[in-house]
């Protein structure tokens, strides 16, 4: 990464500052994960961090039915305790939290916003995304692990196609997003059917990630 410093020492900091704000937030939400992914059973292999977000690895996951759906829960809502902490201390410490900001105001605003975004974010209806996640653990408990997995991966392609069609008009990265979900909820269909056809186990019972 080129800092640039010909923008002035103050904005570079607080631009990096508001880089480790970010992926510290990211953290925060795949460690909350993977503490519930080990409290359920499962072993945590590490956590990947990339500039879409984060990944956190586990070498399978817990049997239960309603285990996935802990697991997938836990890091949006950490995230979005967090950012209900974070606005609630910067009320308190007399910061002006109203209306929602992400790059100006104080940091008690910024940060909260940034932790409510991230998990609102995250509970989107679209594998392999936590919500995508949620949506296909409920029917998971009443019909197959393949029949959930597709019901989930049909919802996913609509929200997938859909963010990707907003992102070409107005913001890239959205779009990229879009297309990692589509190729994300693809790829867990597949799992899907080639677990039904061999073992007749949950999807992803190799390594498996949590977004």
């Not at 309603?66 to 979005?80: H, K, M, N, W």
């Amino acid at each position: 990464m080129v800092v640039d410093w010909s923008m002035g020492e103050a904005t570079v900091v607080v631009g990096l500052a508001w880089i480790v704000a970010l992926f510290t937030s990211v953290v925060a939400h795949e460690i909350a994960h993977c503490i519930v992914a080990r409290r359920r059973g499962a072993r945590v292999l590490g956590i990947v961090l990339f500039p879409l977000g984060g990944l956190s690895r586990l070498d399978a996951m817990p049997k239960a039915p309603g285990d996935e759906l802990a697991v997938a829960i836990a890091g949006p809502l950490a995230s979005l305790a967090i950012g209900v902490l974070l606005l609630a201390a910067g009320l308190l410490a007399g910061a002006h939290v109203w209306t929602p900001t992400l790059f100006v105001g104080s940091w008690w605003a910024r940060s909260g916003w940034l932790n409510l975004l991230l998990g609102a974010f995250n509970l989107l209806p679209a594998l392999p995304m936590d919500g995508g996640r949620v949506i296909r653990a409920v029917p998971a408990r009443h019909r197959s692990n393949l029949d959930a997995t597709l019901l989930a991966g049909r919802i996913a392609r609509y929200t997938g196609v859909a963010m990707v069609a907003v992102g070409f008009l107005y913001d890239v990265w959205l779009g990229l997003i879009g297309i990692f979900v589509l190729m994300g909820a693809s790829a867990e269909e597949q799992a899907a059917r080639h677990s039904a056809r061999s073992e007749g186990h949950s999807a992803g019972r190799g390594i498996d990630s949590i977004g």
